[in-house]
């Protein structure tokens, strides 16, 4: 399993990318793989996210908790915005960090984790 670990603060965290449980808590979600070129989407942290796909003009957002379905990927598509949203506000949102390399011969993950205040992004393969 390849991880890629991206911090988006000074807090360095390393985790098994997971489909059913976390550090934070359980995360429930559909199945794991969706062959070359997917994506999967979970908001792992204590906030809910919202992942940007520029370059297809895809958003989706993801409650606190929980994982998008399978995201298959346009051509061009090689990375994404993620942003979370404030609890105390919820209708603003803060920068986590951008997930590059998405293209793979199997489904990516890309996870929204941390706090608000520390958000975390990791990026990598589901376990099988």
Not at 43 to 66: H, K, M
Not at 77 to 100: C, L
């Amino acid at each position: 399993m390849r991880i890629s670990v991206i911090c988006a603060s000074t807090v360095l965290a390393v985790a098994a990318l997971s489909g059913t449980a976390s550090a934070s808590g359980s995360v429930t979600g559909p199945p794991l793989h969706g062959g070359p070129n997917t994506v999967r989407f979970c908001a792992e942290g204590n906030y809910r996210a919202e992942f940007q796909l520029p370059q297809q003009g895809t958003t989706v957002e993801v409650p606190q908790g929980s994982c998008s379905g399978i995201i298959h990927l346009g051509s061009s598509t090689t990375y994404a915005k993620v942003y979370g949203f404030w609890n105390t506000h919820p209708d603003q949102k803060f920068w986590v960090d951008q997930a590059q390399g998405l293209r793979d011969s199997d489904t990516v993950d890309v996870e929204a984790a941390g706090v608000t205040t520390q958000p975390v992004l990791l990026v990598g393969h589901p376990m099988q």
